[in-house]
């Protein structure tokens, strides 16, 4: 299979310039995953408003983080699960706890293990939530309005880890320490 175009804030399509952009502004660089799905304006464009909503929400960025890695390691994107773990790490997030999602147990965090827990469900299930996995989230402190919060963040990061399955592009630098295999 041929590998997908990894594109720069000068060589991508005009109309996903502004994301990425936006992308380096908020990571000092261009990761190649966004490189790679910049070849859609239409993704690149769709992925950034959502981010941008999300990281504007009623979670903090450890919380985020939490349900971002736990995704990438229900989907089995290793591309992700290396960037959420140097993100999570740098947003404060327990070393142990970073190491538990990544082995695919529970944060000891009360609510990080119930965030983690809603967003692997979520995916397993394909949304299908029954009460009781509602009732284990807000047993946790968390409204029943933010189960909807969380699949707006499982639906941006389902974008990143589809895409870094198929396109594999490779791992930037600053997160190969945090390489990971399924």
Not at 41 to 65: K, M, R
Not at 75 to 92: D, P
Not at 155 to 181: C, E, H, M
């Amino acid at each position: 299979m041929q590998g997908f175009p990894i594109y720069t804030l000068e060589s991508a399509p005009e109309q996903s310039k502004a994301a990425l952009q936006s992308l380096n502004a908020a990571f000092g660089m261009v990761p190649n995953l966004a490189g790679t799905i910049a070849t859609s304006p239409v993704l690149i464009n769709g992925l950034v408003g959502l981010f941008q909503g999300i990281h504007g929400g009623s979670f903090t960025e450890a919380q985020i983080q939490t349900i971002l890695l736990t995704n990438a390691v229900t989907n089995a994107c290793s591309w992700a699960v290396a960037f959420h773990t140097a993100l999570a790490l740098k947003e404060g997030l327990d070393p142990a706890d970073v190491n538990a999602i990544r082995e695919d147990r529970a944060p000891r965090d009360r609510q990080h293990a119930a965030l983690s827990a809603l967003a692997r469900t979520l995916i397993e299930k394909r949304g299908r939530l029954d009460d009781r996995d509602v009732d284990k989230f807000t047993e946790a402190g968390f409204g029943k309005d933010l189960v909807l919060e969380v699949i707006a963040i499982v639906a941006a990061s389902t974008i990143t880890n589809y895409t870094g399955s198929v396109a594999k592009p490779p791992l930037d630098a600053p997160f190969q320490p945090y390489r990971w295999n399924n």
